[in-house]
């Protein structure tokens, strides 16, 4: 494993030169999942919910979300994303014990550097405006397993997850 990026020579935290880095397409899709009671997920599926269509809103989030990660993360560069998509589905699909939403964020840029903290920040935004939508009904809604799934482009090449769900 190479040293962190995000320190110099005296470990001082710095944000990453990347002026001399090649402009390529970079994509990265990132997952996670929001558990919840029965009726709760009923609820969404059948666009009842007082607060709207959870799942519209949450995917308008989830893309806000990818877009603000500079402003979030403090050594993130800002980029300029060609591409937001949000994606949602019934977690049963990954896991039949289970019950809630998938969420499935993919970015994509062409850069310098990558959009894996934007991938990752799309899905913790979506997730997170589902729990606030529906908190009125399931305040104990719990979110799991957020991570990247793949990463493409630039010099360190690919990355694939060994295990997807």
């Known amino acids: 494993m190479s040293a962190l990026t995000h320190f110099d020579a005296q470990g001082q935290a710095h944000m990453v030169d990347v002026a001399t880095k090649a402009a390529t397409h970079r994509v990265a899709i990132a997952c996670g999942r929001i558990e919840m ?25 989830g893309i806000q979300g990818a877009k603000k990660t500079s402003d979030l993360i403090p050594l993130c560069h800002p980029l300029a994303l060609t591409r ?20 499935t964020a993919t970015v994509e840029t062409v850069g310098p550097t990558g959009v ?10 979506a997730l997170l405006t589902i729990y606030d939508m529906c908190k009125a009904v399931d305040r104990g809604m719990s979110i ?18 060994t295990r997807v769900g």
């Open 144 to 161: 799991h397993g957020v991570r990247v799934l793949e990463k493409h482009g630039g010099k360190s090449g690919s990355y694939v997850a």
């Open 84 to 103: 937001v998509a949000i994606e949602f589905e019934d977690s049963r699909a990954h896991d039949p014990g289970a019950t809630g939403i998938f969420c």
């Open 37 to 61: 009671q029965p009726a709760t997920l009923a609820l969404i599926e059948s666009g009842t919910a007082k607060k709207g269509d959870v799942l519209g809103i949450a995917r308008i989030a």
């Open 116 to 125: 894996e903290m934007e991938a990752l920040t799309a899905v913790q935004v």
